[in-house]
């Protein structure tokens, strides 16, 4: 496989520089500089105390959170804790927080996000939330772009391998989910080379456009391929969705081989909307299904997890017209929708040609009855009859489409290690640059929608080798920044990027940061275990369990001096931060913690739990350099044997005894 | 008076109708760390913030210089005030409707008066918050108040404290001069009412 790739590169080393060099033997300095213009600086470059022009949101891959950067500068802005715990914040070890990782199979501390997907409002960007899925435990995050905080996880049943996900609609009605890896529906114990007779693939809706209301709408049934990536219509293609599939051999063991044998693969096409009526109709089964839904409450400050148990699943065969396949060559990747909704590109990772679909004569072959066969009640419609043509000879291993608004399609490459730009309606390549190295998805912002920002698109590559000093025998992926605003397209920048960033959704910054909290304001914090002044800090004992009500503000905590605990105790610290000023978290850590620390941000409460092992005297103190004062805000904790009758006691300042 | 005098003496009341919406006067303080700058206005009967909590976070960061916090609530001045432009206000209406000479000079001296001792009071206050220091503060330089300016900007540590009257405050100097545009026209006209006279 290294062999192959070293052979291509080489190759493309000679058709670029080649030409340039005019028959000069290829140079490797050559090559990797030689797309670099002399202002491709003056481009990238954001003064100091200035903007970038737009957030991108990028997915961490194997690290389950989100990073968001800005561009064009490249610089990082934060990392949002999605599907991983994050001891960093406290991020699924405080009781706040922890409901969050429920699921059918319990606390899941980790995750493998994909691809991250911005609210549409009209098939534009709205900049109201940013969904992610999980791949692994098949799940679907929200998160909130007024906090960039993750306020919602809904669990997806009858489904693994959540993949092609969450690629909504272009109202936010729904976004979907399914299955990467077909699996037993309803799970049960089968063998698995039964898979032909058993495996099933699912495709879900899952209604999306009210916060703490994520709900499955509704499965569809599908055969047990591997669903790979989805793209729902815009416009004239509304109500439409759009899934790869591969596999279609249903191969279930060494499927590198197994499953590339057939020279066509699906694009199945769902219409959202005759589900819809199908479900009005009844025409559809309730199964029992045990799958979670959780959801932050931001003024409670607290989430809760609540267990669902039936879904409501179409089979294709009491629904007709809800899906049919499109054949497409070979192992098909990224299904991509134009901005006009009229053109669909599938990728064909094996595949020698580009096939772009038109979505009207979809339409007339579904009318016409042109159909190759039936599969599991799904009509197959005859590859031609869809077929607006094929880009011949695009490049090696094309994986992932966006557009520009401007009738030009681009397209990732991930064995050439290139992006071409072509002309979608006239079906000719007109352009192609390197990356490097192993380009696997790239984004346009506003790619995806019916106004895309035609000015930079971004390859996010798998292979990052010799571009940064190297570190080990791991490195950060790298992602490229390439102008597109002319004729051809112009690397100008490249950073480095933290997890594995499967995809990333970029859109302009002012869509969302005027909208952005500063501080959740503590006249609304409805916490249970909230003090909004100093004077009600105070501590309770229930029996082994002792609460202690404690503020932070700059620069001490009430109480910083507690007696009176015992070993055998549990110490429930709940912590609120009075501050209500941007930018002034606080941090509380406790010598021999078991759990993490927490960072409170202003108005905020936030819970750290803690078992005192052994008699002594404990230091806690504030974790986030907050003032000039920071290293005095510090407190002790005396903890006393088991059975001990040292009385409860805490102050800040002047000593007292319990009131 | 005459009708042009009487008619500027109630313009100028009734201006002052509008301090009671707009704020008198506003502090302003700009640091490193507070590019956006916290900011407070003085109304007729109330202190507020240039944010709901930039009130809180002056008070938060005067702690530890050892100042007092700044709590409307407890200031007596804005209990008072409402009632002194009240009767500024009504005395110069009356005084207008009577046309009487010596009540137009009298109510502007009466205003010029108050006003005076409205900024008296102000150093004063300001003067108090600025050296009446806890002296357990964490932060303590010795000679060093932190009286803000009465009029102007001075530089407090890392602080730029600003203080300058805000749209009330003008809008009670407007009125101050039209009071004595009426006195300025009430002479003119009434010398000139002589001159005509005289001939006849």
């Keep these: 496989m290294l062999g192959k790739k070293k052979v291509l590169l080489g190759g493309l080393s000679a058709l670029v520089v080649g030409s340039l060099l005019a028959g000069c033997p290829p140079k490797k300095e050559a090559l990797k500089t030689s797309a670099m213009g002399t202002d491709a600086a003056s481009k990238v470059y954001v003064p100091p105390g200035k903007h970038d ?31 991983s715990v994050d001891p960093e914040t406290g991020y699924g070890f405080t009781p706040e927080t922890r409901p969050m990782f429920m699921t059918s199979h319990g606390f899941i501390p980790w995750d493998d996000t994909h691809h991250p997907w911005l609210s549409q409002t009209n098939g534009e960007h709205d900049g109201r939330w940013l969904f992610i ?151 559809f089964q309730e199964m029992p299904a045990t799958y979670y839904h959780n959801y932050y409450d931001e003024k409670k400050n607290m989430a809760v997890s609540e267990v669902k148990k039936s879904v409501r699943v179409i ?115 007109v352009d192609r640059a390197p990356t490097y190295y192993s380009v696997g998805h790239l984004l346009i912002p506003g790619g995806d929608t019916k106004k895309p920002y035609g000015k930079y698109l971004i390859a996010m590559n798998k292979i990052t080798k010799d571009r ?188 007292t005894t319990q009131k | 008076m005459n009708i042009l005098s009487r008619g500027l003496l109630a313009l100028a009341s009734l201006l002052l109708i509008l301090t009671y919406f707009l704020p008198l006067w506003r502090i302003e303080l700009v640091a490193p760390q507070y590019p956006e700058g916290l900011r407070m206005f003085i109304w007729v009967n109330r202190i507020t913030g240039g944010t709901e909590f930039d009130l809180y976070n002056i008070n938060l960061l005067n702690h530890y210089i050892g100042m007092k916090p700044i709590e409307p609530e407890a200031i007596p001045e804005l209990k008072i005030l409402p009632f002194i432009i009240g009767f500024l206000i009504a005395f110069g209406l009356l005084s207008a409707i009577l046309g009487k000479r010596v009540l137009l000079y009298a109510w502007v001296i009466t205003f010029v008066l108050l006003g005076v001792a409205g900024l008296a009071d102000f150093y004063k206050w300001e003067y108090d918050y600025g050296h009446n220091l806890d002296p357990n503060a964490p932060i303590k330089i010795p000679g060093l108040a932190y009286q803000p300016p009465l009029i102007g900007t001075r530089q407090l540590l890392n602080m730029l404290a600003s203080s300058f009257p805000d749209v009330g405050g003008y809008i009670a100097v407007v009125s101050l001069f039209i009071g004595f545009l009426a006195i300025a026209m009430d002479l003119r006209f009434s010398e000139a009412g002589k001159a005509e006279v005289k001939p006849a």
């Design chain 1, 53 to 83: 022009e737009f957030y991108v949101f990028f997915s961490g891959g194997f690290n389950g959170q989100v990073t968001v950067y800005g561009i064009p500068s490249g610089r990082i802005l934060k990392v949002i804790k999605v599907f």
């Design chain 1, 133 to 283: 899925n999980a791949n692994n435990t098949p799940r679907i995050a929200r998160i909130d772009l007024t906090t960039f905080e993750t306020t919602e996880i809904i669990e997806i049943p009858n489904s693994a391998g959540n993949h092609p996900s969450p690629h909504g609609t272009e109202n936010t009605e729904y976004v979907v989910a399914g299955t990467r890896f077909s699996v037993p529906v309803p799970q049960r114990d089968v063998p698995i080379d039964s898979y032909a007779q058993n495996f099933k693939g699912t495709i879900s809706f899952i209604k999306a456009n009210e916060p703490g209301k994520m709900d499955v709408a509704f499965q569809i049934l599908m055969p047990g391929f591997n669903y790979d990536l989805a793209r729902c219509g815009r416009g004239p293609s509304n109500g439409w969705c759009f899934f790869t599939s591969y596999n279609t051999e249903q191969a279930h063991t060494l499927l590198e081989v197994n499953a590339s044998k057939n020279d066509k693969d699906f694009i199945a096409a769902i219409n959202w909307k005759r589900a819809e009526e199908c479900v009005s109709q009844g025409k």
């Design chain 1, 315 to 429: 089979n294709p065969k009491d629904c007709p017209g809800v899906a049919y396949f499109l054949p497409t060559p070979k192992s098909p990747h990224g299904v991509d929708v134009s901005d006009d909704g009229e053109y669909i590109v599938g990728g064909g990772k094996l595949a020698a040609v580009i096939p772009i679909f038109s979505f009207s004569k979809m339409l007339k072959a579904i009318e016409q009855k042109a159909l190759e066969k039936e599969i599991d009640g799904i009509p197959v419609l005859k590859y031609d009859a869809a077929l607006h043509c094929e880009l011949e000879k695009p490049c090696l291993g094309p994986l992932h489409t966006e557009f520009d608004g401007k009738g030009f399609g681009y397209t990732s490459c991930f064995v050439s290690s290139e992006v071409i730009k072509f002309d979608y309606k006239g079906c000719k390549v």
């Design chain 1, 468 to 655: 940064q000093l190297p570190t080990g025998p791991e490195l950060l992926q790298s992602a490229q920044l390439y102008d597109i605003s002319g004729e051809k397209m112009q690397i100008i920048h490249e950073f480095f990027t933290i997890g594995e960033p499967h995809y990333a959704q970029a859109i302009l910054a002012d869509k969302i940061k005027d909208k952005i909290k500063k501080i959740y304001p503590l006249a609304e914090n409805e916490h249970p275990y909230a003090v909004k002044a100093e004077k009600d800090a105070r501590i309770e004992r229930k029996g082994n369990e002792v609460h202690v009500y404690m503020t932070m503000i700059r620069s001490h905590f009430v109480p910083d001096n507690i007696e009176g605990i015992r070993v055998g105790d549990t110490v429930y610290f709940h912590v609120t931060n009075l501050e209500q000023d941007w930018d002034i978290p606080h941090g509380f850590a406790v010598k021999g913690s078991e759990e993490a620390e927490i960072l409170v941000m202003p108005g905020q409460t936030r819970t750290l739990v803690w078992k005192p092992k052994a008699p002594g005297v404990y230091p806690f103190y504030c974790t986030d350099f907050c003032s000039a004062l920071h290293q005095e805000m510090q407190g002790y904790v005396r903890v006393s044997p088991a059975g001990s009758n040292v009385p409860l006691r805490y102050y800040t300042g002047t000593p």
